[in-house]
């Protein structure tokens, strides 16, 4: 079986894509598997770590503006989604995919709509509970369309082709291990860990209340802490911290990355996670049971971060701050107190624990089978 899986631009539609591969292959041994993206986004890098080939397309997001520059640009890229899209053809032509699956992102379009001209089956997966502008265009045509949360069926017309299977996650966080983590990453038995990031191109907001947040914690050094702080702050945020006074040659405790490439091992090692709400992070916290520290992104259509946030909070799997209300000292006091329950936190992630929908990766797989047979 030959698959093609498009998406891209953020790990939220690049890692589910990953994770669908590595299981349909664990699956059935056959399976050849290439992905299709941009050489721009995160997918440019990600996807070749993993092994698989990447096709690139020249493609970008339209601008949610009637501004006259921005329908200049708009008018720009439709065009552009025009040679994408023949482009798209020419390697579906070439590459001969049983499916092709898509995992959001603009990205994804040129790929899943050439597919779908040429005949090709089509799935795709809507990690999120708001769908997005690539499900909502290509959803009537596709064999299958796969959601994770019930409310998106009817945002989606309720139309007979949809399914539940819940987000796809990856093999190395169902399995990982959180001794054995927490030994690769030369933690003491009693040391608490903290994981922090915004998601694969950070958020500029939250990361200028990180260098607040880095510059208190510095002061009592009481925890390790992994800040992966996306490509665009990687570049000024070592400086805004040094800025307020912090050497972090001096706290070797605190430590910036760009992206956590070992994610299954950090996750699994942590005490808490500070995080966004995107729903494959949410169901990777749920697999792994971890207690979180939930910052929704507001920037997001019908606001479905805080919805996913706000379902794990009812069942006090996590603690929600919102952006406008959010601080660096509001969100240090609140890491500091949780860190002190150790009850508490036990408590969190076990009841983050009961909302993971584990053989979500094989109901997804079966979807796929059966597009694939057709």
């Known amino acids: 079986m030959k698959l093609l899986i498009t ?43 993993e092994g698989y080939q990447l096709y690139t397309i020249d493609v970008r ?38 499916v092709v699956v898509g995992c959001g992102g603009y990205a994804s379009f040129p790929m899943v709509h050439a597919a779908q001209q ?3 089956p089509t799935v795709l997966l809507e990690v999120n509970a ?58 003491a038995e009693k040391e608490k860990l903290v994981v922090s990031f915004w998601g694969s191109l950070g958020a500029l907001y939250m990361n200028r209340h990180m260098a607040g947040f880095i510059q208190l914690e510095s002061q009592h050094d009481s925890f390790r802490h992994i800040h992966a702080t996306g490509t665009a702050a990687y570049k000024w945020l070592p400086d805004s ?18 992206y956590i490439y070992d ?26 049971g971890k207690p979180s ?17 706000r379902a794990l909070e009812q069942k006090g799997a996590c603690r929600v701050i919102t952006e406008p209300e959010c601080t ?7 890491v500091t107190e949780l860190l002190s329950d150790d009850k508490k936190l036990e408590e969190m992630g076990r009841y983050a624990k009961t909302m993971a929908i584990v053989d979500s990766s094989e109901k997804i797989y079966q979807h796929i089978l059966q597009a694939a047979r057709k």
């Open 7 to 49: 998406g891209g631009g953020t790990g939220g539609h690049v890692n589910p894509g990953l994770a669908i591969a590595k299981y349909v292959q664990s699956r059935r041994s056959d399976t050849e598997v290439r992905f299709a993206g941009t050489s721009t986004g995160i997918e440019s890098r990600l996807v070749p770590r």
């Open 61 to 98: 997001g339209l601008k949610r503006s009637f501004s006259p520059s921005a329908i200049v640009y708009n008018i720009a890229t439709m065009e552009k989604s025009l040679t994408a899209t023949a482009k798209a053809k020419k390697i579906l032509k070439e590459y001969k995919p049983d």
């Open 118 to 120: 040429l005949h090709i």
């Open 130 to 187: 708001f769908p997005g502008v690539v499900t909502k265009s290509c959803a009537k045509k596709a064999d299958r369309v796969l959601i994770s949360f019930e409310n998106t069926r009817s945002l989606l017309e309720d139309r007979p082709n949809i399914h539940l299977t819940g987000a796809p996650v990856r093999g190395d966080i169902i399995f990982a291990d959180r001794q054995k983590a927490r030994q690769k990453l030369g933690l």
């Open 241 to 258: 911290v040094k800025e307020k006074g912090v050497d972090l040659d001096k706290h070797p405790n605190i430590e910036l990355r760009e």
């Open 263 to 288: 994610m299954a091992d950090v996750m699994a090692a942590a005490d808490l996670v500070i995080c966004r709400a995107g729903a494959a992070t949410l169901g990777e916290l749920c697999v792994l």
């Open 293 to 309: 520290l939930i910052v929704p992104s507001p920037y997001v259509a019908e606001n479905h971060q805080e919805k996913n946030a």
């Open 328 to 334: 660096p000292q509001k969100l240090y006091d609140a």
